[in-house]
């Protein structure tokens, strides 16, 4: 048949308005007068919809005619928020649909908001897939994402008595506009069983995996628009079904219930996110969502590559696989199955093949977020990949001690298999020896990789660790975020930035400019001032947009240390009572962040966080000079409103600890100043901005290993410092707390016995700096001139530059493909 290429959509608000009410009128089935909001939005999201999927198509096709190689990007998570603003603002259609939807008296910001979160990630890893999908498609990247269609997202956070309350999620549940159910797409996948050795007479053995259940993946794929929506790729999530949805013969025998258990337990696998992202769980239903959504995969990349080539043999020259973290490492032994079982190569060609196709990304050094299985419940759900690792670990071991000569502790270190802990399968090991590159997410983090959990590794394959330092999307993170200053800097330095966001440096000697500074100021205060009245909404307290905006959003976790800012800002509290004479900068402390369930100490920080902000907001000495508020349920959209808030972003993990961060960029791109340790990307974030423009304080990674050596308690430090003395004292005698004064005795005598992440040995180095940007924040020429610099200097960070750099040095791919 030949392709009948629709006619090009007009993009004018007349023809927009007509195909909006036609939407509403024909697939919405209502008159414009009867529509409520979320018609709307439905409308809009249909007339934008349809212009992508003329991009998608074009795409699709192009991408298949030209043959180039393409890369999967495996990650269980996928943290996107809201898709309509991200399309419109790519299809440059954010003027036109606004006025478009004006003629009927709506607002496109409005309607916008009424869209839910897709909240497929815990955080940090989640949300960069996000950023990389967006990054691949707006640098022409013929990149496809896979994932899991988790139908109840990352939990909602309710505060009940300032302790964090779960509940779950439900994106889903109005129906979900921007997904593509593609049933054509299915596979099978197996569970359990057994493995049989057949052999075919004068034939080499083959094992064949008879798996005991089967469970069918099913694709639902939504279209990721690039930047001017000149490429539009695919993610492309799982969704778990039974073959048989009920046994027609249980059924029929009247077994109703029976019926249905074996689809319950099939669904069950893509019900719900994991919302753990700092302890390895070690459930058997998170192994099955890993081994699930990998096989359903690499299924469908050999699918597809056999529908375009003769054979497996150029795999690796056609298909890049990237795994995001471990969680899809079960891969390596998955696609060695599939080769050799499945496709008849003899092993070391398919080993070849498999190593080069994979990379593998390490997003954390932290020893409990590790993931390793324990070999008795891998071997009961994966009999033949288990089979599988044991052969490649056998030929790594060989390998190193017939090569390199290692010793038994080398040997070990390196072993895929754990013998210490009831011997386990350490996926790091598999995907790295699986991968012919792995790479760490900032440059100090990969050189730790280096020399702690790959150490051995790394001495085997010197070769194979690279780093590739994290970005973030500027079309999200700057110019749909903030549209005021995106509108500032397209006056001052025109729009070449928009296209290649390093041209944000034409902005830089505009910092010397005071008319400039003036209006980069009062576009900040803007954007304050709506943040202010967010939270006046929904916690019914009233800030000062011309305090310091103090923020700090993220997971909570101990070594994030979010309890050395609330420390500090106890501290504060102490002195500002005890000299309210003197004149203290105006200061609001804002934390947002969701606990891992089961994480007991994270949990008590975020209650000693609104315990905090309950006595301090409430006491009239404090006056407006201090604020402490605690934002409920932090997600992608409330980033979107809190990042180009910020006065002052706090980065300041125990060093050593946080892989990159990428908040850190978010928030320096919308001209936050950073206090910050000598962490993950902030270290190269303090050589783009300059160090005059970033506030680094406290323990160097080096300086905390050789602490944590020493068994370093903060005891001594406490008896000496009376600020850090006296506000440790008020939380563990119940100042915060009088109706339970003992809540917080743990989370301070831990302080004591040993301070493991620092807060004690870094408060006073902390302290300090706080203390030297109140002075600096008095001195808004000053300030303001930092805050360009760091807004101007920040153009390195874009997920663009990231991509670019794995597509040319680990998948010889898209734009930056070595030809
Ligand atoms: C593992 C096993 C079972 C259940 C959940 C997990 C798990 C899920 C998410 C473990 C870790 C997860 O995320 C880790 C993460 O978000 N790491 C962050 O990655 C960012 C992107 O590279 C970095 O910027 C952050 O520094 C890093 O903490």
Not at 743 to 770: G, P
Request: with cysteine; charged share 25%.
């Amino acid at each position: 048949i030949g392709a009948t290429v629709p006619e090009p959509r007009q993009n004018d608000p007349d023809t927009l308005a007509r195909q909006i009410v036609e939407k509403l009128t024909y697939s919405i089935g209502k008159h414009p007068e009867q529509a409520r909001k979320y018609d709307w939005l439905r409308a809009t999201t249909l007339v934008v919809r349809d212009r992508i999927i003329d991009h998608w198509f074009a795409s699709t096709d192009r991408i298949r005619a030209s043959k180039d190689k393409r890369v999967y990007y495996l990650s269980m998570e996928f943290l996107i928020g809201r898709l309509l603003r991200d399309a419109i603002n790519n299809l440059q259609l954010t003027q036109p649909i606004g006025e478009a939807l004006k003629r009927y008296n709506v607002d496109l910001d409005m309607v916008e908001l009424l869209e839910p979160d897709a909240a497929l990630g815990n955080g940090g890893l989640g949300r960069l897939a996000a950023c990389f999908m967006e990054s691949m498609a707006s640098t022409g990247v013929p990149g496809v994402g896979y994932g899991i269609r988790y139908v109840h997202g990352f939990f909602r956070q309710e505060i009940a008595e300032g302790a964090q309350v779960e509940l779950p999620e439900t994106w889903l549940v109005h129906g979900n506009p921007w997904e593509f159910e593609r049933r054509e797409s299915s596979y099978e996948i197996g569970f359990g069983g057994k493995v049989m050795t057949q052999q075919e007479p004068g034939k080499p053995p083959r094992q064949v995996w008879r798996p005991a259940e089967r469970v069918l993946a099913v694709a639902f794929d939504t279209p990721i628009v690039g930047w001017r929506g000149e490429q539009v790729n695919t993610l492309r999530l799982w969704s778990a079904q039974a073959i048989d949805p009920i046994l027609l013969d249980a059924f029929n025998s009247g077994d109703h219930i029976g019926a249905l258990v074996e689809s319950n337990k099939a669904e069950a696998i893509t019900r719900v996110l994991y919302p753990a992202d700092s302890h390895q769980a070690g459930q058997e239903l998170r192994l099955r969502q890993e081994y699930f959504f990998s096989a359903a995969s690499l299924q469908d990349i050999i699918r597809r590559h056999l529908g375009e080539n003769d054979s497996l043999d150029n795999l690796a020259e056609k298909v890049a696989i990237q795994l995001n973290d471990t969680h899809p490492a079960v891969s390596v032994a998955e696609l060695m199955r599939l080769l050799v079982d499945v496709h008849g190569y003899d092993w070391a060609k398919a080993w070849t093949i498999t190593r080069a196709t994979f990379g593998y990304t390490n997003h954390t050094l932290l020893p409990e977020a590790l993931e390793h299985w324990p070999i008795n419940l891998f071997e009961r759900l994966l009999p033949r990949q288990m089979q599988i690792i044991y052969q490649i670990n056998a030929d790594i071991i060989r390998q190193a001690s017939q090569d390199k000569g290692f010793d038994g502790a080398q040997i070990s270190a390196i072993s895929l298999i754990d013998e210490g802990h009831g011997r386990r399968v350490r996926m790091g090991q598999l995907a790295f020896v699986g991968s012919h590159a792995v790479n760490g997410v900032s440059a100090l983090h990969t050189e730790l990789m280096k020399e702690t959990v790959f150490q051995n590794l790394h001495q085997l394959y010197p070769e194979r660790i690279q780093n590739k330092t994290n970005g973030v999307t500027p079309r999200r993170w700057l110019m749909e975020c903030n549209p005021g200053l995106t509108g500032l800097l397209t006056d001052a330095i025109g729009p070449r930035f928009l296209d290649d966001i390093e041209k944000l440096a034409d902005a830089d000697p505009l910092a010397d400019d005071a008319a400039f500074r003036e209006k980069f100021a009062a576009v900040k205060r803007a954007n304050k001032a709506r943040l202010a009245d967010v939270i006046s909404d929904r916690l019914a307290i009233t800030l000062d947009p011309d305090a310091i905006f103090d923020i700090q959003v993220k997971r909570i976790h101990e070594y994030k240390r979010q309890f050395l800012n609330i420390i500090e800002a106890i501290a504060l509290y102490n002195q500002i009572r005890a000299h309210p004479e003197k004149s203290w900068t105006p200061r609001v402390k804002i934390f947002a962040g969701k606990a891992a369930p089961s994480y007991v100490q994270a949990k008590e920080i975020i209650h000693l966080a609104n315990d905090v902000a309950r006595l301090i907001n409430s006491d009239p000495a404090v006056r407006d000079l201090l604020k402490v508020v605690f934002v409920p349920n932090y997600n992608v959209s409330l980033a979107e409103i809190i990042m180009p808030a910020a006065d002052l972003s706090e980065q300041i993990s125990t060093a050593g600890l946080e892989a990159s961060g990428t908040g850190n960029m978010k928030f320096a791109l919308n001209g936050a100043l950073t206090i910050g340790t000598l962490d993950g990307a902030n270290v190269e974030m303090l050589e783009h901005v300059g160090e005059e423009n970033i506030f680094i304080f406290g323990l160097k990674a080096d300086e905390v290993a050789q602490r944590r050596r020493e068994a370093h308690s903060g005891r001594s430090i406490i008896e000496r410092t009376p600020l850090l003395r006296e506000a440790l004292d008020a939380i563990s005698t119940g100042v915060f707390a009088p109706e339970s004064p003992a809540r917080y005795h743990t989370l301070v005598s831990n302080l004591y016995n040993n301070d493991w992440w620092m807060i004690c040995a870094d408060f006073e180095a902390y302290w300090k700096t706080q203390r030297s940007l109140d002075s600096l924040f008095l001195d808004q020429n000053a300030w303001q001139s930092k805050a360009v610099h760091n807004t101007a200097r920040m153009g390195w960070f874009s997920s663009d530059r990231s991509i670019r750099e794995y597509a040319k040095d680990i998948w010889q791919a898209g734009p930056g493909k070595v030809t």
